[in-house]
C-alpha cells in the first residue's frame, strides 16, 4: 500500500534541511508518495494561526507527516502585535508544535542520542518525553485563586499577597503515563535496549513520583527482560554528562525531558544531529530538534544530518525499516570519516555538499 | 570580633572530607571559634529527626554552618519501618538538608562552576538557584481536589478520572523571586560577572514566565553594568554543555537550577570539585554538592576537594576573603599540577594525599 508522506518544510533552514535531504526518497524508491504542505511564519501573518487551516486537512489524511522547522518570530510578534494585518485582533500566539502534539495526542516525543568512537566514551540511548500532559498541560497563570489559598499555604504567599504570585501546574494522569511507559518499554524492546530509566524527583515530589512509580513498575513486570530503574532527575542530567553510556531508554514528564534531551544533544555534539519523532496512536509527526536558526539560515551552514536521519525515523515509522538503516548507515559513515562536514562538525562543507556525500553514501555504502 | 563556625560531619564520606580539609583553618589562622555538632543516620534511628534538637539550637547561635553530607537511607528507612526504635511511630522522613533550607529561608543556592585549562574550554560560572519555593514548595499530592476540577480540564484526566492523577505546584512569590534575584545581580557584581541568566521556560510557561520575566527586569534595571538575558532552561541546558563561557550567573526556579546545576557539576568533571551555599539573611550553609557517596566511603577514594571550596565559600562568607582565596588558589594549583589526584580526577592518591596536597599548596603557593 502506498504511504501518503507529507512535508512541511516551514522556515529558515528547514526548507534548506528539506531540499538538501528528500533526494534520498527517490533514491530509496519507495512505494511512497509525498505531498507539500505549508505552515511557519507567513501563515501565522495571514491567517493568525503558523499552521493553515488546509493543512489541517493535508496532516489528517497523511501517514507520516516531516516538519522542516517553524520561525519562533510569532510570539514575539503577537505580543508587540507587529504584523500589520493582525493588528487589534488580540490573537494569542500557539507555538504549532504544541498545537501539533496537543491537536493530534501525539503522546511520545522520541529523541535517539549517540556518539561515535573518537569523540569520547562512544554510546547510544533514546530520552522520551511525555508530550501531552505535566507542566505543559496549560495550568500556568498569575494570582493564586481564592479556592486554593486553604491549599497553598507559603510564607512567600503570605508576604506577597494572592495576586502577587503565580502557579503553575503539572498534571500527571494514570492515563497519561500509563500509554508513556508501554511505548517506553515496547521501544526499549524493539531497538535493543536492556533498560528503561523514569527520570523525576521522588525524592521531593514525594506523591507525584509516587504516583509515576507505580504506574512505572505496573508496565514494567509485562517487560520480563528489561530493567526498571527509577531516578532522580538530576542525578540523570549528571550522568547524561559523565556516563551517558549506562543508559538505554530514560522516560520523563514534559518539562524534565525537555531538559533532558537538549542536554543529550548537546552531549551528543550538537543540534546538528538530532532527530526527533513525536508519536500517537496512529498519528506522527517528525523533525530535527534544531528550530530555524535564523542566524545561518541562507548561508549554506545548516547541517542537514539531522534532517537525514529524521526521515529514516519517519520511514521506519511507516514501515520502511532496511530503508531507514540505509539513511542512518550513510550518515554515520559521513560523519565517521569527516571530510565532508557542516561548521557546527567542525568542517567547511555546505549543507548541500555534506547532503551529497550522504546521498552517495546511501547508493555506494 | 570572633566567628562561631558549627561542622557537622554528617555520614559517610561527609566525615572524611571533613577531617582532611579542616586543619586548613589551623594553618589560615583566622578568629573563628570551630564547634562540632551533629546530624545523620544515627539521629533519624534515636530521634526520627536528622537533626536532633540541640543541633539547632548549636545552628541558631553560629555565624556559618558546615555541612558533610547526610545519608539518604532515611528515606527508605522510614518508609519500610525499618528502623526499630521508631516502628510504628508513622514517621515521615523530611529531607534534613529541605528542613535547613526551609526553616532557616536560606533562599539562595549558590553554586560556582568553573573548568580550568587543558579539560575543554575553560569556563567559570555560578548557578544560583531559588531553595525555597518553587516546585519545592510542597505542594504535591495524588488525586485531584474537586475544587480544581473547573480548572484543571483535560482529555487524560477526563479518561483517568480525578483520583487517578497527581498534580505538583509550581508556586513563585513576588517576594521569592524579588530577594532571589537581588541576590543574584549582588553577586554577579561582586564576583566580576556581566551577565545574569533567567533560566525559566517562558515561551510555554507564559504566565509565571511573564511573571517571573517582570520582576527579573524590574530588578535588573538597578544594576546598571550587568547585562540581564531571559532564556529557555532547555537552550540553558544546552548551551551549558556546549559553549559554558557565554554564561555569568545563571538563576532559576528550584527544581530547575537543581537539574542546571548538577549538569554543570558533569560539565566542570564531576561532584569532586564542586563546593555549594545555601544563604539567607544573616544565616547560611556550606555543603560540597556531593552526598554521603555510600559506594566509596570508607575507602580512602572521596575527593576533598569540593570540602576545600566549600570552606572557602564559608570564609568568604563570614568576611575572610583572603584567606578563601589562599584555599581557592591552592585546590586550582593541586588540579593543575594533576600529580596528587583521587580516582574520580584520574588520579590514584587518597582522600588524605591529596588533601596534604592541597594544605601543603596554602602555605606555600
Ligand atoms: C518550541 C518549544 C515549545 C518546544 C518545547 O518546549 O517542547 C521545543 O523546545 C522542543 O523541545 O520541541
Ligand atoms: C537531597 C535533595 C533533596 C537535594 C535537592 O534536590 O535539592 C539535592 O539534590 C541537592 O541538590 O542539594
Known amino acids: 500500500m502506498m504511504k501518503k508522506f507529507l512535508v512541511l518544510p516551514g522556515d529558515g533552514i528547514g526548507r534548506e534541511v528539506c531540499e538538501a535531504a528528500l533526494p534520498v526518497l527517490d533514491l530509496l524508491n519507495l512505494p511512497i508518495q509525498c505531498e507539500f504542505g505549508e505552515i511557519g511564519w507567513d501563515f501565522w501573518c495571514q491567517e493568525g494561526n503558523a499552521i493553515p487551516a488546509a493543512t489541517w486537512h493535508q496532516i489528517d489524511m497523511a501517514d507520516a507527516v516531516l516538519l522542516g522547522a517553524i520561525s519562533s518570530k510569532g510570539k514575539q510578534a503577537a505580543e508587540a502585535e507587529l504584523v500589520p494585518t493582525l493588528q487589534g485582533r488580540g490573537l494569542r500566539y500557539t507555538s504549532p508544535v504544541l498545537q501539533l502534539r496537543q491537536r493530534l495526542e501525539l503522546f511520545a516525543n522520541v529523541r535517539p542520542v549517540w556518539r561515535l568512537a573518537g569523540q569520547g566514551m562512544p554510546f547510544r540511548c533514546a530520552i522520551i518525553r511525555e508530550n501531552t500532559e505535566g507542566l505543559y498541560a496549560g495550568f500556568d497563570r498569575q494570582g493564586v485563586p481564592e479556592s486554593l489559598s486553604d491549599w497553598l499555604t507559603h510564607p512567600n ?8 504570585a503565580a502557579i ?67 542525578a540523570v542530567a549528571l550522568d547524561l554528562v559523565r556516563q551517558p553510556q549506562r543508559f538505554g531508554v530514560i522516560v520523563a514528564e514534559n518539562l524534565l525531558g525537555d531538559i533532558l534531551s537538549d542536554l543529550a544533544a548537546g552531549v551528543m555534539g550538537g543540534l546538528g544531529l538530532a532527530p526527533s519523532a513525536n508519536i500517537g496512536h496512529g498519528r506522527a509527526y517528525f523533525e530535527p530538534v534544531h528550530g530555524s536558526a535564523p542566524d545561518i539560515a541562507g548561508s549554506g551552514r545548516a547541517n542537514p544530518a539531522a534532517m537525514f536521519l529524521t526521515i529514516g525515523m519517519a520511514l521506519r515509522h511507516m514501515g520502511f525499516a532496511a530503508a531507514a538503516d540505509r539513511i542512518d548507515g550513510a550518515v554515520l559513515q559521513v560523519v565517521r570519516q569527516g571530510r565532508c562536514l557542516t561548521p557546527d562538525l567542525g568542517g567547511a562543507s555546505t549543507t548541500q555538499d555534506m547532503a551529497s556525500a550522504i546521498l552517495q553514501a546511501v547508493t555506494r555504502p
Chains 1, 2 share one sequence.
Open 157 to 164: 504567599l503570605a508576604r506577597s499577597g494572592l495576586d502577587q
Open 168 to 234: 503553575s501546574v503539572r498534571l500527571q494522569t494514570r492515563f497519561g503515563l500509563e500509554r508513556l511507559f508501554r511505548y517506553a518499554f515496547d521501544y526499549a524492546g524493539a531497538n535493543g535496549y536492556s533498560r528503561v530509566t523514569l527520570a523525576d524527583k521522588p525524592n521531593v515530589l514525594r506523591e507525584s513520583g509516587q504516583f509515576a512509580t507505580d504506574i512505572f513498575l505496573g508496565i514494567a513486570a509485562h517487560y520480563a527482560g528489561i530493567e526498571a530503574e527509577i531516578c532522580n532527575v538530576d
